[in-house]
């Protein structure tokens, strides 16, 4: 960027100024407060706006206030400036109060003031040069103070400060820290936070309160869990007390309940023992007659008299039946008589009768079939007469000599033989035409010229005849051979035309008849055999028959000879099996009489006997009677009283004593009874008071249901019962009474978790916070440093690059190479007549100077972006130097010049002359503030709204 | 002559408060003050002829109730003999081993519910409460399902039901659903009123006959405005009223104050002061707890440290249970600052970079601050924590 002109239409005490700039080096001379300053300042301001104060900056302290017109008027500059490019700007930037107004115009181009706006500014500085309006003072703007040229032991100072400058630039710009400083604060104010492991710290504090809390919190649950378990155990006891009390009281009153009862049944025991007394005092002397009755023999009495009775039943009923048997004995008797009598009569049967007419039933049934079969050869017969019809029949055809078998081959003879001979005719006759039309034909052709068709037609004719010749031949031939076999076979028949007819007319007849005779043949075939058979088995059955006959004893009739008529035979056979039947009738009748008589045998002797039991019977009675006459009289008993009687006496009397003796027993009993069951009132008296008690503890008796008096056992469980439930529940009682005054004394001392976790939730939010602090400080911290690395890594290099790429020619090759540290950008030189880097604070002044003029030009390059060269704007920077440091810059900046323009404000005249004399006049420029030549009226600019 | 019941629910005995800025001596006046409020209630019951108390759930906070609070709740339902109390647990005093209402001796006065079942206990005069008690921490059934028998079948009458449950419809954003039911189901399943617990804020619709008297005094920042127990009065035609007594003694709200512009610490300090006068004119200062909210853009150059300003305004304004939240931007232009080609440009470029990629709101929350840290440290001013 080269700055052309700036008009001023009113700027601090500047006003209705123009200005035009050299192209490379421009010296404005005036004195001290004559505007220098505020010249440079208005180039700012028009490249970069003016700041005019805002939400809590006031106008009145603002850069816009500062640099208010002295004198009344427009409030405005104007600057005209051309880029590396060749493109001409004019910015107009009005600061009038209340209309502050900017505009930016490419020379010979439109209003493109809209691409410079940054907020509320306009500045096309910052799009043009490409760097902050602070980077813009730190480095193109330098005025004394920017080179601090002083004395030469000021020169570490210097240094440092010109490091320290630029880092802080590079890290924040001209206003902010160092990136090492904002770390320092960072550690400061992790410092503050502190750490876990440093006790002393908010973080450490917090940390172990924490730790401790947490250790009272549990230690407070845990005793607050065995306190609640404690609690529960009480309950427990408490309720254990009260169940026993409880149970305690229910035994007691059923206690009480079942004594009740008990004196109740007892005092009933009493009365009912003073009425039994009474009644069987007086029932007893009723008795008193028999009190000496002896019993010894009751047992035996009764016995007897039992025994006596039952015998006297078991004497008439055998009596009874005695009578009853004589009847059927006298029958029984008479029958057997006449039993013995017949069989006497009969003869004596042979053993085997009996089995042999079971024999004979079979043999019958045998002789039945054998007859039946026999009938059949009725049949037979038939049949023969009917084979031998067949058999004159099929002679009377012709061809009863035929065997059936052959019969097929005379058929095919008879057929040849008819058919050759019709062949054989048909044949000659067919050939016997055929020659003569063939012959006509022939001779026809013959005739009509045509000798060849002629002849060809003659030859075919005549090979027709010969085949028809032939075949006739072979036919006859066939038809001989067939009459000649048929005349073997039928001597004697017509084998003429006729004959043959006729026989092949028969042949179907002839083979029906043989079929039928075949047929006929099978059938009876198998009743023959069938026949014979039964013929045979009739024979054996006859001479069983016979031989059975002679088993039974039987007149046995002579048997007939084998091959008898089968009615000869059966007859025979009928007649032995009747005498069988008849023997094996009169052994079974024998049989049957004797089986009775036996029968009969026994039921006499049966009948007999119950007479004898009767009479044993009669026996046993008088028997017992005099038993008992015995026995009655022993006793006292009347002797004329009839046996039963006696016994019925007896038994009497043995009854009478045996109530007197009850009596007497029952009699003690009541007396024992009444001598146990006490003194009436005094029990009365005693169930008064146990239902007075009962009432007491709120039962009442009549409310209460009144069990069976209960046994004495019971009654001690019960009492028992209520005794060991009072025990337990006096311990239960005594547990829970000390348990409770335990707890009551642990009760102040229990902690209260509420009052914990309030404090451990303050000291957890507390540590917690401490932990996001430190977290937070540790993140920004290593952001910072990582961004400081790789900013520094970045802009050191480029520094480094950018000084050196001048510095040979601008320290006539003193110094090569400059080196910028990374980390804080120390600054050193690589001399030609030095072995290794110089630091800066070891360089003369003047070097110094010029590395620092030269650092700041790379910080904006290389902190800008635009590319642009960079005007310097430099504010009288050599006020305090010596002429020969002076003259040392002056022509650096001169040859510095032909890379970045030179604005240089001077109050020395001979400065600018110097200047001015190293410099080409033709592209420097003097500009006299204090002159009012270059005064003119600058004209406001019109500001589109 | 009505039937009247006092009904509160949610009093949370032995609840901390350290999340409210109140520990030590001052988190047990809160505690006392839970009691107090509750003594308040019988006393009240009392005077207005109450036949019951009715307490829907979260009396206490099982984890941290101990011996004590069972001793101070049985003395003080035997002191308000005979008028009968009737408790329903809920989700934070569930019926769990180990739960004071099972192992703890009541007076005769005292009726609890000790299923998970709506119950009826019959107060006489036709009026019948219907109560249940969670069983469970996080007991989800809904409490007007479970009854073991119905109010159309249990005869003429005023039936009432009590139980701690979530009514879906007008659930606070974040609280949790135990309980849940639906407010249109009340008169539905035959009940007059449900007198619930669980939200914290009053509700008392006579329309669907749900009644949440809601915390008697106030748990958190956000459980501001009058509060205290409900009176409900049931006419022997069955027409039920209910009126909402405020009783609280104790006052909590949240308020903001834009620091922005604030150059120093001292007028930091005065602004959140004028703040906290303003929010709590009116409330005594030793029973108001408040929330204060620091918003606006700040200048890196202010350190603002929560510690100093909270000390510092309890000390101007006297209000003791104090909490700051540091809610505040820098004055940066980050974007600009982003553009920047310096280290510091590098490192806000970094933070914002590593902020758009954070995963959670915790790790969001670090860089924030990180941010905001290195701003402070390169504007050379000492880095304020947060």
Known sequence: MKLERLEITGFGRLQQRRFDFGERVTVILGANESGKTTMHRAVRAALYGLEAGGPGHPRERSEWARWLPWAAGRYGVVLTYRLDSGQRFRVAQSFDRGKIRAQVQEVGGGDITNQFRVGRLVSPGRFHLGVEESVFCAAAWVSEEGLRLGAPDAAPQQAGHLREALERLVDSGPDGVTAAEAVGRLTTALDRVGSERRGTSPLGVATAQLRRLESDIDQARRRLDAFAAEEERLRHLEAVAAESEEAARTAERSWLIGRIAQLGAQAHDVTEADSDVAALTAALHAEAPYAAFRTDDEERVITLGAELHQAERTAEEAEARRRAADGPLDDVRRRRVEIAAGLRAMPRPAPGAEAAGEAAGELRQRLAVAAAIDRRGDDLTAATARDDALRREIAATGLGAIEPTSLDEVARDIQTARTGARRWHALAETGAVALVLGGSASAALATAGRGGPALALAIAVAALVIALVASAAVAHGRAARARDGLARRLAGLDLGADGLDRLAAGLPRVRRLHQERLDLETIFAGHRAELERARQGLEEAVDRCHALALEAGAAVPTRPPRGSRPEVLLESAGAALDAVDEAARQARRRRELDAEDTRLATREAELAELGEEAHRRREEVASVEAGIRQVAAAAGIDAGLPPLAAVAAFREACSHRHEHDRLAASLAEAHRRRRIGGDAGVIDRRRAELEAELRRRGTALEAASVPLPPEAAELVELERAAVSAQQRAAIARSESQTLGARLEGLTAGLPSLADLEDERLAVSAARDRALHQQEALRQATEMIEAAGRGVHGRVAPRLAASVSERLAFLTGDRYGEANVDIEHFAVSLASAEREGLVPLDLVSHGTRDQVALLLRLALCEVLGDGGESMPLLLDDPLGSADPERRQSLLKFLAQLSTTNQVVLTVSDRGVAATLLAVCDPATSSVIDVDADTDSVAVLAPELEV | ?386
Not at chain 2, 329 to 352: H, I, K, M, N, Y
Request: proline share 5%; hydrophobic share 40%.
């Open chain 2, 1 to 386: 002559m009505p039937l009247r019941l006092l009904h509160l629910a949610d009093l949370h005995l032995d609840r901390p408060f350290a999340q409210m800025g109140c520990t030590g001596d001052l988190a047990r006046r809160r505690r006392q003050g839970l009691r107090d409020a509750l003594r308040l209630a019988g006393e009240i019951a009392r005077e207005r002829g109450c036949v019951a108390v009715t307490i829907g759930g979260d009396l206490y906070e099982h984890e941290r109730a101990g011996v004590a609070t069972a001793q101070f709740l049985v003395e003080t339902f035997a002191s308000w003999q005979p008028m009968r109390v009737l408790l329903a647990p809920g989700n934070h005093d569930p019926l769990v081993p180990g739960s004071i209402y099972l192992r703890t001796r009541w007076p005769e006065n005292v009726h609890l519910f000790r299923s998970s079942r709506l119950e009826p206990f019959a107060l006489g005069a036709g009026l019948t409460v219907w109560g249940l008690g969670h069983e469970e921490p996080a007991w989800m059934g809904n409490p007007l399902e479970r009854s073991a028998s119905h109010p159309a079948g249990a005869g003429a009458g005023v039936h009432i039901a009590l139980f701690h449950g979530a009514e879906i419809s007008s659930r606070p954003d974040g609280k949790a659903v135990h309980g849940p039911f639906r407010a249109g189901e009340i008169h539905e399943k035959g009940y007059a009123l449900a007198l619930c617990g669980h939200y914290h804020g009053r509700r008392v619709d006579l329309d669907t006959g749900l009644v949440y008297p809601g915390s008697p005094e106030p748990l958190a920042f956000d459980e501001t405005g009058p509060r205290g127990p409900v009176l409900v009065e049931v006419e022997t035609d069955g027409e039920v009223r209910c009126t909402a007594l405020d009783t609280n003694q104790w006052h909590a709200g949240s308020v903001s104050c834009d620091l922005g512009g604030a150059s120093t610490v001292t007028a930091a300090v005065d602004r959140v002061s004028a703040e906290v006068l303003t929010a709590t004119a009116g409330w005594p200062l030793e029973r108001a707890t408040l929330r204060v909210d620091l918003v606006g853009s700040v200048a890196p150059g202010l350190a603002i440290d929560l510690f100093d300003i909270e000390s510092a305004v309890r000390e101007t304004t006297g209000v003791t249970a104090l909490r700051v939240r540091d809610l505040t931007q820098p004055a940066a232009d980050l974007e600009a600052l982003a553009e920047e080609s310096s280290t510091r440009g590098s490192f806000v470029r970094a933070a914002t970079e590593a902020l758009a990629a954070a995963g959670s709101q915790e790790e969001r929350a670090v860089l924030q601050d990180a941010l905001r840290y290195g701003l402070e440290a390169f504007a050379g001013s000492e880095v304020g924590l947060r």
